[in-house]
């Protein structure tokens, strides 16, 4: 269910694109995930407690080659190892039980489009994607906004979204007397560096 969030980092960079203009004819453009900085969170509501279980990871891993100002080609990769709760025992069960990492070591994002209005005025902030996650075997397309910033050559992204882990073939996950509701709140804050090539 967190790696959820890493896949986000897709609908940045569609807005990336708009925010960097006609690219060279000679050169194209890429959003370097690789060495990015930052981290994909996550929020879940335990029930009946009502209490937050946050998680953090590591930032997706890829490259994303810009080929318009809406739509970008390649994927982006989330490691659901790097999922950590702050408990181990909920870590290993989060990973061997629900999300069965031994066999869907991680979860991709790809076809990342910004979705376009006829009021659009080339907002970085808020603005909506689509893009096609692959998570515990299972591919579907996933909602989100996303907020971009550019400094030169570096982008800070700020990708949110919903994921309702049922629509991914994972069991409703419960620990300790804790069941947690269906739908996990995924937040993605990363710097991610454009290259050409």
Do not use: W
Not at 51 to 62: A, D, F, M, T, V
Not at 116 to 144: A, C, M, R
């Amino acid at each position: 269910m967190k790696f959820v969030k890493s896949l986000f980092l897709f609908q940045m960079i569609q807005c990336v694109a708009m925010n960097m203009g006609t690219a060279e004819s000679s050169k194209m453009r890429f959003l370097d995930f690789d060495h990015a900085k930052g981290a994909l969170e996550f929020i879940a509501i335990g029930r009946p407690k009502a209490i937050k279980i946050h998680g953090k990871g590591e930032s997706p891993k890829g490259k994303l080659k810009i080929l318009t100002p809406s739509k970008v080609e390649g994927d982006l990769l989330f490691s659901l190892d790097s999922l950590d709760t702050g408990i181990t025992l909920r870590n290993e069960h989060m990973k061997k039980k629900y999300l069965e990492i031994d066999k869907f070591p991680v979860a991709k994002l790809t076809e990342i489009v910004r979705l376009l209005s006829k009021d659009d005025k080339g907002s970085h902030e808020n603005v909506p994607f689509q893009g096609q996650l692959t998570l515990h075997g299972i591919t579907q397309t996933i909602h989100g906004l996303s907020t971009l910033k550019n400094y030169r050559d570096k982008i800070n992204l700020e990708v949110t979204f919903a994921l309702k882990l049922s629509s991914f073939g994972i069991s409703i996950p419960t620990f300790a007397g804790i069941t947690v509701a269906d739908e996990v709140q995924v937040l993605l804050s990363t710097e991610v560096q454009m290259i050409s090539q």
